[in-house]
């Protein structure tokens, strides 16, 4: 143990060691050298505290991170960093490891920690207590070589940047005794001429009569500043943007000037004035010629001795066509290779030699690119079109063509649907309104590559309908897509139009060799797709997606209104056919029975009951007719229906119909079904039918029903047949007719609700007459099946 006299002499050569030195990592070697020799300690650490923890600084010696005392001091300050440490005495911390020694963690204040081990039996206690003074010390170092560093490097950082600034630049301080520039950038001394070392007299940032001459004192009132001014420059007087900003100094109120160059933006203010007022008739145009018209006649006004032209892209012919012209005739050729790499891929270009040869004495020219529409070309005679104020007046010019081109494009497209959905609301049917429809849309909205495709549930496919002339010329005999094919059946399925920019890279294409590069597909709610392509990639803009999505949208709503329409018109025709019909005849039969029991009193008993026979057959004829009604007036009408309690329905109408009736059963899968809600009534009418054309027919023999049910993919099956004589061909002509005139005098009217509740049901339908009747109707499923 030390005496009182080597302690102090200990600590005191350590302190002498301790002193800030040229870099941080130093002052903190030297002091943790000075520690561990004048401590006999085997290893040490000097930690800084960071936001993460604690980073090693220095290490002596520097090979000795596998000491086992330092590492087990190591892992003892991570513990302590990472814990609770509120409410503790924390240092000293010490440890030991067995056999080896101790080390101790001592507290560098507001800095980080200094890690010491000792082999054998420790330090002395007396000693620990005495290096508090001495670790203090050397945090104070190690924080004021750290803050040195750092405003060093930031003194050359912000060295770097003030000299990097290309706009005038000066650091001053406004004082009582006036106002002094510390520095100056380059630009600042190009500008303004190089300020004195120090200037004493006032710095005035405006210097021209008639400004606001005292800006320096609005300076001191410690608020950034934001203010055109004017100031004489080394080459007469300029307009500039003053930005000062005050910082806090010790001596005085400084601020960092910058002043921003805005003497060609005055003047090209002014020339933007002259400019919105040419331009601000390219808003007022109504259609893309108009605004072709006013684009050139603007461009060349603006832009002096130039002339200008405008050449639109044609879907129809995938090429560059002449639109518009400020001179007599068109000068550039459409068929340049510069104009069309311009239009694909939109970018300004300069004309090319060879165009300019042929185009008489224009010595420079440019291609623009108005966004997909076309290209706006400017050339001028005897002057170049080189300069930046040219170039920003003809790119903004082609931009602004682009927004008022989309404004007419989209005012033209919702007149020109409307006139397309007018031409399908007044047509007799689906059918009758495709082609019309596709006859016009290509000159109406600019889709000349555009196909209609039908939903066919029956095949769950989506068969063509038809498609524009360009369409047939390109593309040939258009593809059925089955369930699950391709884009077209994907976005059938989702509801949502879409743009594909590349087709044949799409991974659910259907033709990897189709012509076509580029789709807007749109679906027709449950009806089918519309779909418009071209023979370009990316071809499809934002408002080509947006016009087909309301082209469709306004189809859809014209096909439900047409199928309304129809499908009343047929209910009333049909309702018209069989009441006139069978009251007509009943009534007739009726009237002769009643005739034949006031001659005949012999047979009066058998009249009386064909009378009554013939009277439930009106009353049924009546009920039949309302159930026509309300199955088409809730045609959209569809809910989850549980099949077995609707074929249990549809029997016990028939037994109390017909008691003596047989039917058989065989419900060996049923389930909830998506049908509508009138569908027991058309299990009741496939009863009926056999009812009729077997069982009551005395050749036949046949006396019995049969009921059964299966599962299939994705779906149930119901099953009624007979082995009676089938039904007649006559009536089974509905099925494909639909029209009132299927229904001979009335017969098969069953099998027109039959044919009209499985439609709107969205499930198939067979009819097999071969040997007996067998219906056969396929429902999709939605819930989980039960055995019965």
Same mark, same amino acid.
């Given at each position: ?12 050569e ?28 085997s ?22 991170e596998r ?14 960093a ?7 005495n ?37 000693i ?42 000066a ?11 510390h520095r ?22 405006v ?44 001596d ?23 400019f ?11 259609d893309?010629?108009?605004?072709c ?11 002096d ?10 879907r ?27 239009y ?17 004495d ?53 007149e ?15 059918e ?6 596709l ?11 555009t ?31 089955e ?55 990316? *071809?499809? $803009?934002?408002?080509?997606?947006? @016009? %087909? &999505?309301?082209?469709? =949208?306004s189809l859809? +709503? /014209? ?7 129809n499908e ?27 005739q ?6 012999? *047979?009066? $008993?058998?009249?009386?009951?064909? @009378? %009554? &026979?013939?009277?439930? =057959?009106?009353e049924? +004829? /009546? ?10 007036e ?111 005098h ?22 097999d ?20």
């Open positions: 143990m030390p005496d009182r006299q080597q302690q102090i002499q200990i600590l005191y350590i302190s002498l060691a301790i002193e800030p030195r040229e870099t941080l990592i130093e002052t903190a070697t030297t002091a943790l050298s000075a520690y561990l020799q004048k401590l006999n300690c290893v040490g650490g000097v930690y800084q505290a960071t936001d993460d923890g604690y980073d090693l600084l220095a290490r002596r010696p520097a090979s000795g000491d086992e005392l330092l590492v087990a001091g190591v892992q003892r300050l991570h513990q302590w990472d814990a609770d440490q509120s409410g503790q924390r240092f000293p911390i010490s440890g030991s490891v067995e056999q080896t020694g101790e080390y101790y963690l001592f507290e560098l204040p507001g800095f980080g920690i200094l890690l010491l081990a000792q082999r054998g039996e420790g330090l002395d206690r007396s620990i207590s005495s290096l508090n003074p001495l670790n203090e010390k050397l945090a104070t170092s190690c924080k004021t070589i750290d803050s040195q560093n750092k405003l060093r490097e930031e003194r050359n950082r912000f060295q770097a940047v003030f000299s990097a600034i290309q706009e005038p630049v650091n001053i301080t406004i004082t009582d005794d006036g106002t002094t520039i100056t950038n380059e630009s600042f001394a190009n500008t303004f001429g190089s300020p004195v070392e120090r200037q004493v007299d006032r710095f005035e940032p210097q021209t009569a008639g400004e606001d001459s005292n800006l320096a004192n609005k300076l001191t009132s410690g608020e950034p500043i934001v203010k055109e001014v004017r100031r004489e420059t080394l080459h007469g007087t300029g307009d500039f943007l003053l930005r000062a900003v005050p910082v806090s100094a010790e005085g109120n400084e601020y960092f000037l910058m002043y921003i160059d805005i003497t060609s933006e005055k003047n090209r203010q002014r020339e933007l004035q002259s919105y007022q040419e331009v601000t008739a390219l808003f007022e145009c109504e893309r010629s108009s605004v018209n006013q684009t050139v006649k603007t461009a060349a006004k603006v832009v001795q130039a002339v200008a032209e405008i050449h639109l892209y044609d129809a012919a995938n090429d560059l066509t002449p639109a518009a012209t400020s001179e007599d005739t068109i000068i550039f050729d459409s068929n340049s290779t510069t104009l069309w790499e311009t694909t891929g939109d970018r300004i270009q300069s004309i090319d030699k060879n165009v300019l040869d042929q185009a008489r224009i010595t420079s020219g440019m291609a623009v690119p108005i966004k997909g529409h076309g290209v706006l070309v400017i050339g001028r005679e005897e002057s170049d079109l080189s300069s930046e104020t040219d170039r920003q007046f003809i790119e903004l010019l082609a931009t602004l063509s682009t927004v008022a081109h989309n404004r007419a494009r989209q005012t033209d497209s919702l020109k649907i409307q006139e397309l959905t007018e031409t399908a609301v007044t047509s007799e049917d689906r009758a309104m495709v082609d019309p429809i006859r016009r849309l290509p000159e109406a909205l600019d889709f000349p590559l196909g209609i495709w039908e939903y066919n549930p029956a095949r769950e496919q989506l068969d063509p309908l038809g498609q524009t002339d360009t369409a047939e010329r390109i593309i040939g005999t258009p593809p059925s897509f369930k699950g094919e391709g884009i077209a059946w994907e976005t059938f399925k989702n509801g949502n139009t879409r743009v594909v920019g590349d087709v044949n890279t799409h991974p659910e294409v259907y033709n990897e060799s189709s012509p076509i590069n580029s789709e807007v597909i749109a679906p027709l709610g449950d009806f089918g797709l519309l779909v418009a392509g071209s023979v370009r990639s990316q *071809e499809f $803009s934002a408002i080509d997606h947006s @016009i %087909i &999505a309301t082209l469709s =949208s859809e +709503t /014209a096909i439900q209104l047409v199928d309304n329409r009343i018109d047929l209910l009333d025709q049909v309702i018209g056919r069989v009441l006139r019909h069978n009251i007509r005849n009943d009534l007739n039969v009726i009237k002769g029975y009643a034949a029991i006031r001659d005949d009193t012999d *047979e009066t $008993s058998q009249f009386v009951a064909n @009378i %009554i &026979a013939k009277c439930e =057959s009106l049924r +004829t /009546a009920n039949t007719a309302r159930t026509m009604r309300d199955v088409v809730t045609r959209n009408d569809t809910q989850i229906i549980d099949l077995e309690t609707a074929v249990n329905d549809a029997v016990k109408r028939l037994h109390n119909r017909s008691p003596q009736t047989e039917i058989r059963l065989n419900l060996s899968m049923t389930g909830n079904v998506v049908a509508h809600p009138k569908l027991s009534d058309a299990i009741y009418h496939m009863l009926s039918n056999s009812l009729e054309h077997a069982i009551n027919d005395p050749q036949t023999g046949a006396d019995y029903i049969q009921i059964r049910t299966t599962t299939a993919d994705d779906g149930t099956i119901l099953e009624i047949s007979d082995d009676g004589p089938g039904i007649p061909q006559g009536e089974l002509d509905i099925l494909t007719k639909h029209g009132e005139t299927a229904l001979e009335g017969s098969g009217v069953g099998l027109w609700l039959i044919d009209r509740i499985t439609q709107y049901s969205g499930a198939t339908i067979d009819f007459t071969e040997s007996g009747t067998t219906i056969q109707v396929c429902f999709q499923s939605t819930g989980a099946s039960s055995s019965t």
